[in-house]
Nanobody, 124 residues
Framework: QVQLVESGGGLVQAGGSLRLSCAAS????????LGWFRQAPGKEREFVAS????????YYADSVKGRFTISRDNAKNTVYLQMNSLKPEDTAIYYC?????????????????WGQGTQVTVSS
């Protein structure tokens, strides 16, 4: 059983930055593909970024490309999401996920493990 715990969310002004962390425990972490999703009020959960376990195949949603960076530190069993140039539309609960099934990693239903989320609020 894999447990994922997000942290680092908070309130930030537009144009600012935040770094989210997701710590994993319970089972081997380093071999899992990893992803970040977010869910804003009144909207469905949407894909943000993903990385293979080697870190060599990274994808971003068009809405965050060039602003967000996903990375991982396998020695610490932690995945990060560096968020720069934040916009009010980035406001959401951010979730980390691990171990997708199938090929469409942008689909939340493909992922096997989820954290409880951390709130990110960007003021205008």
């Amino acid at each position: 059983q894999v447990q994922l715990v997000e942290s680092g969310g908070g309130l930030v002004q537009a144009g600012g930055s935040l770094r989210l962390s997701c710590a994993a425990s319970g089972r081997t972490f380093s071999n899992y593909p990893l992803g970040w999703f977010r869910q804003a009020p009144g909207k469905e959960r949407e894909f943000v970024a993903s990385s293979t376990w080697r870190g060599g195949n990274i994808y971003y949603a068009d809405s965050v490309k060039g602003r967000f960076t996903i990375s991982r530190d396998n020695a610490k069993n932690t995945v990060y999401l560096q968020m720069n140039s934040l916009k009010p539309e980035d406001t959401a609960i951010y979730y980390c996920a691990a171990d997708p099934e199938g090929s469409n990693w942008r689909d939340p239903s493909q992922w096997g493990y989820w954290g409880q989320g951390t709130q990110v609020t960007v003021s205008s």
